[in-house]
């Protein structure tokens, strides 16, 4: 019983990463139709400021805590105003392309990942822990950042969730992945939403990056493994679909957890492609995906 | 008028020409050495310290007055293709060097896969190839054109676990993780056979992908088979100091070792205290009493253009470099195959002092690398040395 527990907990951990991960990747899916292979990249440029400016700040006489908070903030705002930038110059002229979006995107993994080689080096830099200790639920034994950090990436996810449910930007956004062109008639401004809904998506990255920070290390090359989790619990859930996202990134966390445990992990990533298959036959839509 | 000119032209070429022809034989030529490392992706570290180190040590030679073979004057000049740390690159990589440039010395290669791929066309084309690739599946006397150049599990795994059992005499279990790849592969089987004769019973042995994120799980299930030593053979230092950090928040505590830790830095920075008392055979010390100004300066340019420590794999590349030297001019020959034959009988000083190729009772031919094995420990959060043991075949030629 006590495994069992500590599994399921140490799945939502690892899950909760995932879930802001793949919500990025499914709402640009579901609203310009495209799939964003640099959406990875996002997630690393937040996670490596955070990693190279806490020491700056913690150096500079702020406390662990501020520091990151700084430095968070920082990086969120960075991947966001170059996620901006790259949807002007970018994006903009590939909506609903997936063969042109599918290369750029490609491109851009490539020139991103060489410039944070460059600027921030290939040493794997890490983020002093934010709060110490070990905490003992129910028997089972976690950090308490991880604990901690856990609980922020469940709280950032009931809030995207809710402004996509019950707000007007929401609402507007889910029309318009129904179907843009009804949308549209309806007056809502596709191309706006477009380009919220791409910053939003980036934010979502950003955040899950610097909430990532200080529990791994961080190089740069990172947003690439996440990237393949992600789209694998998108396609998992159906792209396009925001339960579907939340769902597939849990699915594959269990089986990271379980098969991790029972096996090892490098059955569990084998498992994960075998369901992917296994879904795809069964449900080329994914769990609940739209057709 | 401009046929006045064209002739001229031509006039002054012939001149040039002639003139090239008849310069002195002592004029300095330069000697490519190819290098097929990892230059983008997780590994990209230890290929741009590998390259640097290769620039360096062609550098020392240049300044030293370069390589004298038969009255001329040769100088050593590095070329660096990226192999992405995969076979599919390596083969690309091999393909670049060898056919399109020409090369006929490796200088160095990272990476079993990669290092393989290339192997199956130097030894074809007759190129002399010096590798860190810790396969054995490489050496042998089928493979008479590759050298390796630095210790690898077979030299290192032995001694090591034997004096971690000679301090730690009670333990009596051990729990195996490494990469799910050849390198992680083959330093399993070593690991399983070294830990078997100083009567460790090997509960588990795992594997992971490189690229994993999360061990969570594996900790936990490491944990869970209560073994005295987690043993984590060929995994690069940061994922080692994220398993011991897991493995310290499930409460597990024992004896911690990476066979083949190469970077004590990884470790920490991703372990924390969790690194502390990690047993590692691969990796250097640069502080302390024994580390000459020689060996500190070169970490230090390294540290500067790397922004890390240099490692082990790395040195191979500084001590490739050097062994051909000494073999050319053993050979007086700069032609591939007459400085293979000469590789065996060479000394030179490497960057852990004098050095020479042996390995003829493992590997069936003389192949690989004689240097020290530095037994090294995590203390308090800094690397030391804890035992510095010589190979016994250089210890027998001295």
């Given at each position: 019983m006590q495994t069992a527990l500590q599994l399921i907990v140490t799945a939502l951990q690892i899950g909760s990463i995932y879930i802001l991960f793949s919500l990025g990747l499914t709402l640009i899916f579901g609203v310009m139709k495209i799939v964003n292979f640099a959406h990875g990249q996002f997630f690393t440029l937040s996670a490596l400021l955070v990693a190279a400016?806490?020491?700056?700040?913690a150096a500079h006489?702020?406390?662990?805590?501020?520091?990151?908070?700084?430095?968070?903030?920082?990086?969120?705002v960075t991947s966001v105003l170059l996620g901006m930038l790259i949807y002007q110059f970018g994006f903009r002229f590939f909506q609903r392309d997936l063969a042109g979006s599918f290369i750029l995107s490609t491109g851009l993994v490539l020139l991103l990942e060489g410039a944070f080689l460059h600027y921030f080096g290939g040493a794997v830099r890490t983020v002093p822990p934010l709060v110490s200790g070990n905490v003992n639920i129910f028997g089972v034994n976690l950090t308490s950042q991880r604990l901690l950090l856990g609980l922020v990436a469940i709280m950032a996810t009931g809030a995207m969730y809710w402004v996509l449910s019950a707000t007007r930007f929401g609402k507007a956004m889910r029309a318009v992945s129904i179907d843009h062109e009804a949308a549209m008639l309806q007056g809502i401004p596709y191309k706006r939403l477009a380009f919220q809904g791409f910053a939003v998506a980036t934010f979502l990255g950003a955040v899950a990056g610097a909430l990532l920070a200080p529990i791994s290390v961080i190089t740069p090359v990172l947003g690439s493994d996440y990237l393949v989790k992600g789209f694998i619990a998108v396609i998992i859930g159906g792209l396009g679909s925001v339960p579907g996202a939340i769902i597939g990134s849990l699915f594959i966390a269990m089986i990271e957890s379980i098969g991790g445990f029972y096996f090892d992990p490098s059955v569990a990533n084998l498992a994960i492609f075998v369901l992917v298959m296994v879904v795809l036959l069964v449900k080329p839509n994914g769990l609940l995906g739209s057709r | 008028m401009f046929k006045k000119r064209r002739i001229y032209k031509l006039c002054a070429s012939a001149a040039l020409v002639a003139c090239a022809g008849a310069m002195p034989a002592t004029a300095q030529e330069i000697i490519k050495l190819g290098l097929s490392i990892p230059l983008s992706g997780a590994a990209a570290n230890w290929g741009k310290g590998s390259e640097w180190l290769c620039n360096e040590a062609a550098r020392e030679i240049a300044q030293e007055g370069g390589i004298k073979v038969k009255g001329k004057v040769y100088n050593y000049s590095c070329v660096a293709y990226d192999n992405k740390y995969n076979a599919a690159e390596g083969t690309r990589v091999a393909q670049a060097l060898l056919n399109r440039d020409g090369i006929k010395f490796i200088g160095g290669s990272l990476g079993t896969a990669p290092v393989k791929a290339l192997q199956s066309l130097s030894e074809r084309e007759g190129v002399l190839h010096m590798t860190t690739a810790w396969g054995s599946s490489i050496k042998g006397p089928k493979f008479p054109l590759t050298f390796t150049i630095m210790n690898t599990p077979n030299e290192i795994t032995v001694p090591l676990i034997g004096y971690i059992k000679e301090v730690n005499p009670g333990i009596r279990t051990v729990a195996l993780l490494n990469p799910n790849d050849a390198s992680g592969q083959e330093t399993e089987v070593v690991a399983r056979k070294a830990w078997a004769a100083v009567g460790v019973n090997v509960l588990s042995s795992d594997w992971y992908d490189r690229g994993t994120t999360e061990f969570q799980p594996i900790a936990s299930k490491i944990a869970a088979t209560k073994a005295d030593v987690?043993?984590?053979?060929?995994?690069?230092?940061?994922?080692?100091?994220?398993?011991?950090?897991?493995?310290?928040?499930?409460?597990?505590?024992g004896v911690k070792v990476v066979e083949v830790g190469t970077g004590a830095e990884g470790v920490i920075a991703a372990g924390g205290n969790a690194a502390d008392g990690v047993y590692m055979g691969a990796a250097v010390?640069?502080?302390?009493?024994?580390?000459t100004d020689k060996q500190r300066k070169l970490n230090e340019g390294g540290k500067a253009a790397i922004g890390e420590s240099l490692n082990a794999v790395q040195l191979g590349f500084y001590d490739s470099v050097k062994a051909l030297k000494a073999a050319m001019e053993l050979a007086q020959s700069v032609e591939p195959k007459a400085v293979a034959a000469a590789l065996p009988n060479v000394k030179f000083n490497s960057f852990y002092g004098p050095s020479g190729f042996g390995g003829k009772d493992t590997y069936g031919s003389v192949q690989q690398i004689l240097v020290p094995v530095i037994v090294t420990q995590i203390k308090s959060g800094k690397l030391t040395e804890?035992?510095?043991?010589?190979?016994?075949?250089?210890?027998a030629r001295k």
């Open positions: 400016l806490v020491p700056w700040f006489g702020y406390g662990v805590t501020l520091a990151y908070l700084f430095a968070a903030g920082i990086g969120v | 987690v043993d984590l053979g060929g995994t690069p230092p940061s994922d080692s100091g994220l398993v011991f950090k897991e493995l310290q928040a499930i409460g597990w505590k010390v640069f502080e302390g009493a024994q580390v804890v035992r510095r043991i010589e190979s016994a075949e250089m210890k």
